[in-house]
């Protein structure tokens, strides 16, 4: 079993700052690619980065140059830096890992969400 936790959401004003963490635990050989997603009320999920286990990045237009993605193999954790925050970023953003268990089981996993709110 493998279990994903995410915290860093929270309420802050446009302009400002925030990181989310997402740590994975439980039954894991190896870990692919790690990514974040949003999704915002009436809206479908949406891919905000990925990293893949070398450290190559990719992000939505809209983030770019504002968000960035990191990970920290030792600790099966991936990391989004939002900076510049806007109240369109508003939403529940999730983290998504493609974890191997084993030489037979691999899968993609989600966190529970965590809410980041954008003041105008």
């Known amino acids: 079993q493998v279990h994903l936790v995410e915290s860093g959401g929270g309420l802050v004003q446009a302009g400002g700052s925030l990181r989310l963490s997402c740590a994975a635990s439980?039954?894991?050989?190896?870990?692919?690619?790690m990514a974040w997603y949003r999704q915002a009320p009436g809206k479908q999920r949406e891919l905000v980065a990925v990293?893949?286990?070398?450290?190559?990045?990719n992000y939505a237009d809209s983030v770019k140059g504002r968000f960035t993605i990191s990970r920290d193999n030792a600790k099966n954790t991936v990391y989004l830096r939002m900076n510049s925050l806007k109240f369109e970023d508003t939403a529940v953003y999730y983290c998504?890992?493609?974890?191997?268990?084993?030489?037979?089981?691999?899968?993609?996993?989600w966190g529970q969400g965590t809410q980041v709110t954008v003041s105008s």
């Open positions: 439980g039954s894991i050989s190896s870990i692919k690619d």
């Open positions: 998504n890992a493609d974890i191997v268990s084993s030489i037979i089981y691999r899968r993609d996993y």
């Open positions: 990293i893949n286990s070398g450290g190559s990045t």
